[in-house]
């Protein structure tokens, strides 16, 4: 750790202002890397892992550990931990930062009933003060910049979200990313990106927004409503991650020939893009992980993914039906030149 360095910000580790989202079982080495070839050439953002709990990291080993296995192009790696303690926190933040880390991000939003128990992830929501301690806890680790993301609360009560998210900024968080949803909501109804405008008015630290992105559009959209500071994207971008490529077009910034023929124009192209990138996905994961490991990471991917493919269920049924690397590989090299998976602009995302 070096003491006269100064900690970087969003803006220096940021270029780019699309995030993908901490997604448990998703956000693993295998999808950074088949999403990062959707990346413009110079475009830095910050990488997620799933969620890491801080009473197990210190003991485990990072370079086995399926959540925090690397790619070889692995950049710029904010991953996310769970925790209250101290010395946990401390332990896994010390890790962290030597196995690549740039940036920690602190769970406020997980709502399952494990991280409930264990009074982390929306616990935390409940006691504004013992929150701030959380992020205070992981500033005296180490000098890496720590962020925190966090849901609408426990009940709809801006005043009480203002005052909450003040006092982590107060505790030294460099940013926030909002998921304007309540504990209870899980990932049901529609998230309140008013919310995510009321922070960014309030606030002197960057915010990123996240909930419900579908489409180019609503990236766009999420940006002009909430002049949030960067879009994060989760679900959709296991089923459409030309998002990132069609972001990158529309604010002129240059792809590369390859890169331009990610964006698919019509429905065919749409299925060819999404058969192409599935399929990356699956060898990295058997590249990866262990056989099993990348067999339920690859069918947890379809299942995510497929309810933005009309007739995705069918993808989804056959998916399931096989058991091994070559198996899939053979089945998706006919499947996407035999079908047209199109897809709707909007579904209901409905995991
Ligand atoms: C399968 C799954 C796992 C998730 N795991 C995490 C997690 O580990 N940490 C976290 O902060 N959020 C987690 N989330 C929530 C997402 O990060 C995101 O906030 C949510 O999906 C809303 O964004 P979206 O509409 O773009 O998907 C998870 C979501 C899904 C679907």
């Not at 008015?201 to 949030?228: A, H, K």
């Not at 493919?309 to 090299?333: A, M, R, S, V």
């Amino acid at each position: 750790m070096e003491n006269n360095h100064k900690p970087d910000t969003l803006d220096s580790l940021v270029n780019f202002p699309i995030l993908l989202a901490p997604m448990v079982g998703l956000t693993h080495a295998a999808m950074r890397k088949s999403l990062s070839k959707f990346l413009p050439p110079d475009a830095k953002t910050i990488w997620p892992t799933e969620m890491l709990s801080s009473r197990k990291i210190p003991d485990q080993k990072l370079e086995e550990l399926p959540q925090t296995i690397k790619w070889n192009g692995d950049t710029n790696l904010c991953p996310q931990i769970l925790g209250n303690q101290e010395t946990h926190i401390r332990n896994t933040i010390i890790k962290l930062e030597q196995w690549g880390a740039k940036a920690i991000d602190i769970n406020m939003g997980c709502s399952v009933k494990k991280a409930l128990r264990h009074n982390y992830g929306v616990s935390l929501m409940g006691d504004t003060e013992y929150a701030a301690s959380v992020v205070r806890m992981a500033k005296r680790s180490s000098r890496l910049p720590v962020s925190v993301k966090l849901r609408a609360g426990h009940q709809k009560d801006l005043s009480y979200l203002l005052e909450f998210t003040q006092s982590l900024v107060e505790a030294g968080a460099s940013w926030l990313c909002l998921h304007p949803r309540l504990s209870t909501e899980g990932r049901k109804g529609s998230a309140d990106w008013s919310q995510i405008k009321y922070l960014k008015d309030n606030l002197s630290v960057p915010i990123i927004g996240n909930g419900d992105i579908q489409t180019s559009q609503d990236i766009q959209d999420m940006f002009e409503q909430t002049n949030c500071d960067a879009v994060m994207i989760g679900r959709v971008l296991t089923a459409k991650p030309w998002l990132l490529t069609e972001h990158a077009k529309y604010k002129g910034i240059k792809l590369t020939q390859e890169q331009e023929e990610l964006i698919p124009n019509n429905a065919q192209e749409r299925s060819k893009v999404y058969g192409e990138y599935l399929y990356d996905f699956v060898e990295n994961c058997y590249d990866l992980f262990e056989e099993d490991d990348a067999l339920k990471r690859v069918r947890f991917f379809v299942k995510v993914g497929h309810p933005g493919l009309n007739f995705g269920h069918k993808l989804y049924k056959e998916i399931h039906k096989l058991t091994n690397k070559d198996d899939l590989l053979k089945f998706l090299e006919t499947y996407f030149k035999n079908s047209c998976l199109s897809q709707s602009d909007r579904t209901q995302l409905r995991y």
